[in-house]
T-cell receptor, first 113, second 108 residues
Framework: EAQVTQNPRYLITVTGKKLTVTCSQNMNHEYMSWYRQDPGLGLRQIYYSMNVEVTDKGDVPEGYKVSRKEKRNFPLILESPSPNQTSLYFC????????????FGPGTRLTVT | GQSLEQPSEVTAVEGAIVQINCTYQTSGFYGLSWYQQHDGGAPTFLSYNGLDGLEETGRFSSFLSRSDSYGYLLLQELQMKDSASYFCAVFNNNDMRFGAGTRLTVKP
């Protein structure tokens, strides 16, 4: 089954404790992206990757890191999480040329206390 | 700056037609997409307009006017299961920008 998977689905952590949210897709998509969703703000892009070893900042990259060492994986790293990073996070992927048709993972609800 | 504007809420009755508008200000515009998100779920792709005009997919249609920086999503023969949030999104210069979303409530 074609899908995007994220882990963990739920995470409660404390300020400053480094964490990684994994994202994997099995559709051989070139484009991958991370979003955060907050009430009233819609989806905001954090980082995106056009292909392996190619990443770029989205709208709200501060406090986040990503890497794209393999085509299928695109982990999101919070080196020192803060309470304002409490949010619902989605990973998405898409293939060329239909890069606009993104497939989303199930989401990761993160709470930072 | 870059922005997308869409109404925050829309209510309609089963069987009716509803139109959700989206206006945008962005650079390097390639096209306008629409996504649906049910409560507790992930966004799912509905449609894309790369050129001016109407695209039809079953009960859903989407329209784009590049000259007016405007598009809309038209939902016909509304069903209860169409109650969800709908997002317009612009793909430009390799990044995606989403509107804040329109919450559609379909009443019996």
């Amino acid at each position: 089954e074609a899908q995007v998977t994220q882990n963990p689905r739920y995470l409660i952590t404390v300020t400053g404790k480094k964490l990684t949210v994994t994202c994997s897709q099995n559709m051989n998509h070139e484009y991958m992206s991370w979003y955060r969703q907050d009430p009233g703000l819609g989806l905001r892009q954090i980082y995106y990757s056009m292909n392996v070893e190619v990443t770029d900042k989205g709208d709200v990259p501060e406090g986040y890191k990503v890497s794209r060492k393999e085509k299928r994986n695109f982990p999101l790293i919070l080196e020192s999480p803060s309470p304002n990073q409490t949010s619902l996070y989605f990973c998405a992927s898409s293939g060329t040329p239909k890069t606009y048709e993104q497939y989303f993972g199930p989401g990761t609800r993160l709470t930072v206390t | 700056g870059q922005s997308l504007e869409q109404p925050s809420e829309v209510t309609a009755v089963e069987g009716a037609i509803v139109q959700i508008n989206c206006t945008y200000q962005t650079s390097g515009f390639y096209g306008l997409s629409w996504y649906q998100q049910h409560d507790g779920g992930a966004p799912t792709f509905l449609s894309y307009n790369g050129l001016d005009g109407l695209e039809e997919t079953g009960r859903f249609s989407s329209f784009l006017s590049r000259s007016d920086s405007y598009g809309y999503l038209l939902l016909q023969e509304l069903q209860m299961k169409d109650s969800a949030s709908y997002f317009c999104a612009v793909f430009n210069n390799n990044d995606m920008r989403f509107g804040a979303g329109t919450r559609l409530t379909v009443k019996p």
